[in-house]
């Protein structure tokens, strides 16, 4: 990068993308996330809503303590309370800011906060001054701003710097604004705000009508210096501006925009595969830059191009976003430090106790399966290493079934010293009677919202990679589990969901999921 302007990436997965239902994540799959977006080159990451939950206080106060390299953000709304626990969460941060928002909009003014213009400004002045009393990096978000009247928000975001705000982001929070008038909104700010040049401007676009990176583009085309996006593009409904694709966007038509970001972009892949893998939010596979299609030619006319120079029909290098270029085959003579090579390229770091335990599975896959793909390997890796602290687990099954009758199933579980076995002649298929002998050991109850399989890799022994989504007590908890024998994998992916019931109970719902939604 020479001298392009220089845009922040403040990423909010953990807040806003945590947001999205059934992607809870717990404490240590938080601070694993947050390190990794340190690895990638985020400037901010905005760890938490502190005020929601002793769970996201906790996650935001040990992010803020052992997470270095970035500022941590903490979210809070526009009260004493909020902002007096958002602070407490993240004074051990070297680099802190506190993310005050308030609504704007005459939609929200009237209906959600019942509060007239001047009381809006009133308050977001008093809340950013609170927050400015404890540390000088305070960022102001007028919710709603795209579907506020431009001389109120302008109004608004006068008041906010003039009170000690030093980013103020603009949210499209429904996801209503388009290209052209989000570039609008950020061009009469620049033009109308008197004090504007003493903060930096942010965008913050949700994806309701798919256009969250083109808006987040055009902001930044008109003078934002700050995107706020997640990794997958996951967050609320239908989610936020994805940031491995306005990252590429940016550093792929530099040209055009004159600008880039500090993003070490071959740290994609890698940083996109473990959010999905903690969130049990699969990417889908013609996603652009980190899907599994994103580098793959099928056409011949598009292949022969290809073969004959790269750039006929590539706008970017697959190795350049983390896809590696090689996908070398291992296989059961292949040694420890071939496999500790191959998780390095993928991006893993395992610790020597870690390269144990997935080189033991290593051998065990090895034996069932002749070729071990670069998949392979990450989802060993993924099983492993980001497995959850389990309760339960899969100890043995055996299922007899066939056409017209009920299946019959026994079914071992483990936890801790004590082993469970259940016999059932129930359900409707293999898998159906797995899970209710599940359910019936661990007395958990539940309702399957969402199965789904996939092979990891090619091949008639190719490991089978299931993903369940399962609602309890009207939450969803997502699970995955890999195994090369499917019914196996679904046990496995049924019960990681299960004992992620166990971890989440008692917890509250996240205020934004719920009625506690005003200042
Ligand atoms: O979408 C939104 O408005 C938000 C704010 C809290 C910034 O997430
Ligand atoms: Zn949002």
């Not at 977006?37 to 106060?61: K, N, Y």
């Not at 993240?90 to 005459?106: E, N």
């Not at 020597?352 to 793909?373: C, H, N, P, R």
Request: aromatic share 4%.
């Amino acid at each position: 990068m020479t001298n392009k302007r220089r845009v922040i990436i403040f990423d909010t997965t953990l807040r806003d993308g945590e947001q999205s239902p059934g992607a809870s994540m717990n404490l240590s799959e938080k601070l694993e996330i947050a390190q990794a977006l340190v690895d990638l080159g985020v400037d901010v990451i905005e760890a938490g809503f502190p005020i929601a939950s002793p769970g996201d206080f906790e996650a935001v106060r040990q992010i803020a303590q052992v997470v270095r390299g970035s500022t941590i953000c903490g979210l809070a709304r526009c009260n004493d309370k909020d902002i007096d626990r958002a602070w407490e969460a993240l004074k051990a941060a070297p680099a802190p800011r506190i993310h005050v928002f308030l609504a704007t909009s005459a939609i929200h003014r009237e209906f959600k906060l019942k509060m007239t213009k001047e009381e809006i400004i009133e308050r977001a002045v008093s809340g950013v001054k609170r927050a400015a009393g404890y540390c000088d990096d305070i960022e102001f978000s007028p919710e709603d701003a795209a579907r506020t009247e431009p001389d109120f928000l302008c109004a608004v975001v006068e008041a906010a710097i003039n009170a000690g705000a030093t980013t103020v982001n603009i949210p499209d929070t429904v996801g209503y604004a388009t290209p052209a008038h989000m570039g609008k909104v950020i061009r009469t700010l620049r033009d109308r705000v008197p004090n504007i040049d003493k903060a930096v401007i942010s965008i913050h676009c949700h994806n309701d009508l798919g256009l969250a990176v083109a808006n987040s583009l055009s902001a930044v085309e008109s003078g934002a210096g700050q995107i706020e996006c997640t990794i997958n593009g996951i967050g609320e409904r239908a989610g936020n501006c994805s940031l491995e694709e306005v990252v590429m966007a940016l550093r792929t038509r530099g040209d055009f925009y004159d600008a880039d970001t500090r993003i070490q972009t071959e740290r994609l892949v890698p940083t996109s595969r473990l959010v999905s893998n903690v969130t049990g939010m699969l990417v889908q596979r013609n996603k652009a830059i980190v899907g599994r299609n994103a580098f793959a030619h099928e056409a011949g006319i598009h292949q022969d191009g290809m073969l004959k120079e790269r750039t006929t029909y590539e706008i970017m290098r697959p190795e350049d976003v983390g896809f590696t270029q090689t996908d070398l085959v291992l296989g059961k003579h292949s040694g420890r430090a071939a496999l500790a090579d191959r998780a390095k390229a993928l991006g893993y770091h395992l610790t020597g106790e870690q390269l144990q335990t997935v080189f033991e599975q290593f051998k065990l896959l090895a034996d069932k399966k002749k070729e071990i793909y670069d998949a392979d390997v990450a989802a060993l890796i993924d099983q492993e290493i980001h497995d959850i602290a389990e309760q339960w687990s899969l100890e043995s099954y055996h299922v007899s079934c066939g056409t017209g009758g009920k299946p019959t199933v026994k079914l071992s579980l483990r936890r801790g010293d004590q082993a469970i076995t259940q016999e059932l002649t129930c359900g409707d298929g293999p898998v159906d009677a797995i899970f209710l002998a599940i359910e019936k050991i661990t007395g958990v109850e539940v309702v399957c919202r969402d199965f789904r399989v996939q092979a990891v890799t090619v091949g008639k022994d190719a490991q089978g990679e299931v993903n369940v989504e399962i609602e309890h007590q009207g939450q969803l908890y997502r699970g995955r589990g890999i195994s090369t024998d499917s019914v196996e994998a679904s046990a496995k992916a049924f019960l990681n969901a299960i004992n992620r019931v166990a971890i989440r109970k008692g917890k509250p719902l996240h205020p934004q999921h719920s009625a506690v939604d005003g200042v």
